[in-house]
């Protein structure tokens, strides 16, 4: 009896009950310390190196080190705190603190691999634009280059400058200025370094506010701080967000980023706002927000696209009329006219149609509503009757009222915009890249299939997509039983046919072919019809119910699915949106993962468990992303550094800057621009900014691919050239660049130069001789037509066969290169493979002629093999085809051949810079050449010092573009090939 009391005592001691009261008090301070307690236990195992048995609890605690484990853990004790004094709007901030901070240690963990080998300075990372922001910030500092050309760029006559048409070198200017006064001996290039995670950082304050912001009009002040902090998390560490906010990569989106969040946030504000003073101030602030971004980055497309469609869908359902277009006349107004000061063209602002176009056009419609109805217009009779007779809601009526004034305003300034619409509205779902021959070069401006996004962004796909469909339904459930069921239907059709109609490449339904192109519009076509019909119907039949059904959506549901919309639209857009899609996807699928606790509440029991099996799906779906996402963002940021190849670069440009003088010109492939200008301190003919795509396709067509050496040296003397430079990767681009360097037929230079590689296994030994097998695939470029020994005739037809290999006999002696016959190309056509003579064949500095075969040259590379734990050189282990077309460019004849026939006798080799591995075997006395097979082609980039015959004629048609030019336009290819280049 006296124990049982002693326990009673202790049990009710003030201690006890303090912690009881304490954390109990409410939900979040039990989760905060639950998960402080969890997170300290991760801090002792990172710290004694301890396992707790289940690999993604292994995984987890791997991911960050012992100290900041252990400062997560003590900001979920201070939220706990914070929670237990009902300091519920301040509770999160504890731990936003903590995500901010190890943004930043992720994001500036590769600093120390930025280095440039040839200096031992600081080096920006792997990369291209960053290095024209980099200058730009050089000569702001140093006050050169400031006019309103740039010189360094498309030489000789150079391109608008950067300076003036950009935020970014500013941005990283001031970083530069501010970081000058706290530290010490801050170079330009560290601050270009820092800027992308200082840039991003604010973003992902920014994003945590809109996201807030914007939940809050839906969910509980708590629910809204607890999804922008899950959404937070997502977006630190969304994998396809990392390269372009990391050190090193200053890169436009880490910058317009800031502008994006700060523009949806100032547009949500706004409506949560009642006084019109409000409604301006923030609409204002939300157009310089955009302004800010239209400055910094392209993006600022999808801020015009999500709101103008919200706004213009508000507008439709007559939701709150006066605020829509009070709020959005001052965001459109002011962000037109910052942007105005960077275009210069009204005009070509109000007719593109992905952004100002299409928000001028739901502006007009929404002043004609107003001057139509609201002021005494609305007395006209004309309307009236119009009125009376269509029976058709005022909202119709002023649609069709600014179509024909746009129209009428369109004959005027551009009237062939009218006709161009339709075609660009349908090319800007399937392809919003366009499919002109230069942009669909460029890698990222590919179009992605559904299971590429699949798998760039895990199973949260998934659950973005129910959060689709659960916004949607969400956005109609008051509507009566019958509509309500027809428009989530149509809704859920639309999904389905809009996201599935490009699987694969490979599927049924590849994007491409018309069952795709049919279920990807229909689908839109069927839904829009649906509501439509809908709404008109309510309008003519006077149905009052169903007119405040829709009047009573709310503004955030409508910005949600205009989100997830351009988000899905986006998918199958181009691989280079998958940045912007990242957090439209997140959005969605956080609101998904907090909305669905409110079903829980249901009294329906079965629906409830089915409720709760989702919400545990969806919870452990999202925290499997989230754990994938950290480790991938985690392990990969380490590596977001000069690679051997820029190293490489890096050599180059270290020689180029030393070695060659100031006003030197340099022409190559467009890709490489930026480097040369910057590390090199050279001008260029053309670099990644595609000024003019006119010059790619003369740099392509009359240099790079021609087989007229007087054709490459005119296009060089008229630019002015004094370096001719050729990267081992444009072996690789030669598809590219022969592509844009056709003429009117779009094939007549394309090609590839495929890479053999020697197969021991597919080889035999035959009477004394060695059968060697080589493998590589390529497209056939043009009709070969081939009479063989027996007189039988071989057709194989250009685009319907393949190259699939080589076959090269040698004698039987070990790594002999004594070949016993000519090589045979084989070629697959018709189900048959076919093995043609090759006549030619490069091999130790010379061509050998084997007096038989097709016009084609085998270049043969020796290669690094691994065997066991040793390495052998075989002199003949890669081969490089040449077909006749390819073997006869310049490309070929100087980088793969070293001018054998002696063509470019005034192009001297100044200056090779080995690939590392070549570089390493030639220090070790080991000489293969400047070409070498291991793990892929390993070659030289090569420069030549250009001079010029005296004959050489110069054409300014070389830098003039053509009057009508349009890469979309077969017959303004190859419009020089007519001129003569010689005297």
Known sequence: ????????????????????????????????NILAFIILIFSLARTFNLSLGLNFLNQTISLFPSPLWLFLAASFILSGLLAFYNK??????????????????????????????????????????????????????????????????????????????????????????????????????????ISPVIFFVLSLIGFFGFVYTLFSFKLSKEKALLGATIASFFYSFVPAMLHRTIAGIPELESLGMIWFWLTFLFFCIAWKKEKIKSWIIYGILAGLSAGAMAWSWGGYKYIYMIISFAVLSAFLFNISPK??????????????????????????????????????????????????????FKKIKILEKISEKTKLPQNFISIGVSLILGILALLILKPTFITQLLPRVIEGFLKPFGEGRVGLTVAENRAPYFLEVLQSFGSLVW????????????????????????????????????????????HLLNGENAISKLLYFGGLLLFASTVLIIYLLAGINK??????????????????????????????????????????????????????FDYLKTKDELLRLIVFLGLITSVIMGASVLLNYA??????????????????????MNWVS????????????????????????????????????????????????????????????????????????????????????????????????????????????????????????????????????????????????????????TLKTENSSMFTSAPEAVYYYNNKQISIPVRYAYLNNKVIDFGKGIDATIRIVPSLVA?????????????????????????????????????????????????????????????????????????????????????????????????????????????????????
């Not at 910005?559 to 959005?587: D, E, K, Q």
Request: charged share 20%; proline share 4%.
């Open 1 to 32: 009896m006296k124990q049982k009391e002693t326990r009673e005592v202790k049990n009710n001691s003030p201690a006890l009950k303090s912690l009881k009261n304490y954390f109990l008090k409410n939900n979040f301070v039990l989760v905060f």
């Open 88 to 193: 519920k709007t301040l509770m999160f901030i504890p731990i936003l603190i903590w995500l901010l901070t190890s943004t930043v240690i992720v994001r500036t963990s590769n600093i120390p691999n930025l280095k440039n080998v040839a200096t031992g300075e600081l080096e920006l990372g792997p990369d291209l634009d960053p290095y024209l922001y980099l200058r730009n910030v050089n000569e702001i500092v140093e006050g050169k280059n400031l006019g309103k050309t740039d010189l360094m760029r498309y030489a000789p006559l150079g391109a608008p400058s950067y300076i003036y048409s950009s935020m970014m070198p500013w941005a990283i200017y001031s970083v530069y200025k501010i970081s000058s006064i706290f530290l010490k001996d801050v170079s330009i290039t560290y601050a270009a370094i």
């Open 323 to 376: 605020k829509n277009l009070i709020i959005f006349a001052s965001f459109v107004s002011i962000g037109i006219l910052v942007d105005l000061f960077r275009t210069r063209s009204l005009i070509s602002m109000l007719t593109s149609i992905t952004d100002y176009g299409f928000a001028a056009g739901v502006l007009l419609i929404l002043l004609a509503n107003f001057i139509l109805f609201e002021t005494k």
């Open 463 to 506: 659950i973005f997509l129910a959060g689709v469909i659960l916004i949607f339904c969400e956005t109609v459930s008051h509507f009566e039983n019958k509509k309500r069921l027809i428009l989530d239907s149509s809704f859920v059709l639309f999904i389905l046919t809009f996201v599935f109609s490009r699987i694969s490449s490979t």
């Open 543 to 596: 149905d009052k119910r169903t007119l405040e059904d829709f009047s009573k959506i709310s503004l955030s549901s409508l910005l949600l699915i205009s989100f997830s919309f351009w988000a899905i639209v986006s998918m199958r857009g181009a691989v280079r949106l998958f940045f912007i899609i990242a957090p439209m996807i997140i959005l969605t699928a956080v609101y998904f993962l907090i909305k669905i």
């Open 631 to 652: 480790s991938a963002t985690v392990a990969s940021s380490l590596y977001v550094a000069p690679s051997s190849y820029n190293q490489q670069w890096q050599y180059a």
């Open 658 to 809: 030393n070695n060659t003088p100031e006003n030197s010109v340099f022409v190559h492939w467009w890709d490489y621009g930026y480097w040369v200008q910057t590390m090199g301190k050279r001008p260029t003919v053309t670099d990644g900014g595609h000024f003019t795509d006119w010059w790619d396709h003369t740099t392509g067509r009359y240099l790079l691919t021609t087989p007229i050496p007087e054709t490459a040296l005119s296009l060089m003397k008229t630019h002015n050239v004094s370096y001719l430079l050729i990267d081992s990767s444009d072996l690789g681009k030669y598809g590219a660049y022969s592509s844009i360097g056709s003429g009117k037929d779009g094939s007549d230079r394309i090609a590839e130069i495929p890479v053999t590689v020697y197969v021991p296994e597919q080889s035999q030994e035959i009477n004394g001789t060695r059968v060697r097998v080589y493998q590589g695939v390529s497209f056939v470029d043009e009709d070969i037509v081939y009479e063989n020994e027996e007189g039988v005739k071989i057709f194989i037809p250009e685009g319907k066969a393949y190259f699939v290999g080589l076959v090269i006999k």
């Open 867 to 983: 065997d066991n734990e040793s390495m052998h050189i075989d002199e003949l282990g890669a081969a490089i085809y040449l077909s006749n077309k390819v073997s006869k460019s310049l490309f070929a004849q100087l980088y793969l051949m070293n001018d054998p026939s002696s063509s470019y006798s005034t192009i001297t080799l100044a200056h090779s810079e080995d690939d590392f591995l070549v570089k390493s075997l030639k220090q070790q006395g080991i000489e293969l050449g400047d070409l070498v097979y291991y793990q892929g082609l390993r070659g030289p980039i090569k420069i030549w010092k250009v001079d010029y015959p005296e004959n050489i004629i110069t054409h300014q048609e070389f830098l003039d573009v053509p009057q009508g030019w349009n890469q979309r336009d077969n017959d303004s290819w190859g419009l020089l090939d007519d001129l003569k280049f010689t005297n």
